[in-house]
């Protein structure tokens, strides 16, 4: 379909240069929380950074920070935190077994979405790790309706395995789209006969990029 074929990012991240077409908003769960008990805080996202600040008023900035990635790190640095270190991969499991090495003793608390797809605190109190979770946001679907369907012949980008599920919640799939995913498990979220191309990075930007290569009508990894 060639060099037109339109890009849609579904994440609540804008870009420049293509479709904005977010599939998720978040909802703060309000709540107290001690932090006087815990050491250090893991954080796997900007969207659980921002949403602890709500929830706390900023009084989690007392305690040093465990990010799962670089920007997960940028956003905790940004609101006046400390970053304490930054997984190696931006993976759950990754994370979890470089913070049980390198931090034994810490006793961490992992304020997290409703719904996860990794397991960093069973991870974490298996190698003997203390760890709590705190519940401080959850994701919920945007519904659209039928005229916001993209267009034939679209590449989508795919940040996360609940993008996915509400996408398809709401359009269902077309044979003539193209899947973008950033990361394993929003790969794995797709059904095993949709064809998915992995972002080289869990990167919103090389994942645009490996869209605008899609784009060309050339490929680039399944």
């Not at 759950?92 to 961490?108: H, I, P, Q």
């Not at 034939?152 to 395995?161: H, K, M, N």
């Not at 080289?200 to 090389?206: A, H, T």
């Amino acid at each position: 379909m060639g060099v037109d074929r339109p890009i849609y990012l579904l994440s609540p991240t804008r870009r420049s240069g293509v479709h904005h077409l977010p599939m998720i908003r978040f909802e703060t769960i309000s709540q107290d929380i001690d932090f006087s008990g815990y050491d250090g805080l893991i954080l796997t996202s900007k969207q659980g950074v921002k949403a602890l600040d709500e929830v706390s008023e900023g009084a989690w900035r007392a305690l040093p920070a465990a990010a799962i990635g670089e920007m997960t790190a940028a956003e905790i640095s940004a609101r006046g935190a400390e970053v304490l270190y930054v997984a190696s991969k931006a993976y759950g499991d990754v994370l979890a077994k470089e913070l049980a090495v390198r931090f034994k003793g810490f006793r961490w608390l992992y304020p997290r979405p409703k719904v996860v797809v990794s397991k960093i605190a069973a991870d974490l109190a298996a190698a003997g790790v203390s760890v709590e979770e705190k519940v401080i946001y959850e994701t919920v679907c945007v519904d659209y309706g039928s005229d916001q369907r993209p267009k034939p012949g679209a590449i989508l980008i795919f940040t996360s395995p609940s993008i996915v599920q509400c996408f398809l919640k709401s359009f269902g799939w077309d044979d003539t789209w193209r899947a973008v995913a950033i990361g394993k498990k929003s790969a794995q979220a797709f059904e095993k006969d949709i064809p998915v191309c992995m972002s080289d990075s869990p990167s919103i930007d090389d994942a645009i990029e490996m869209a605008r290569f899609l784009a060309t009508g050339k490929e680039k990894g399944v």
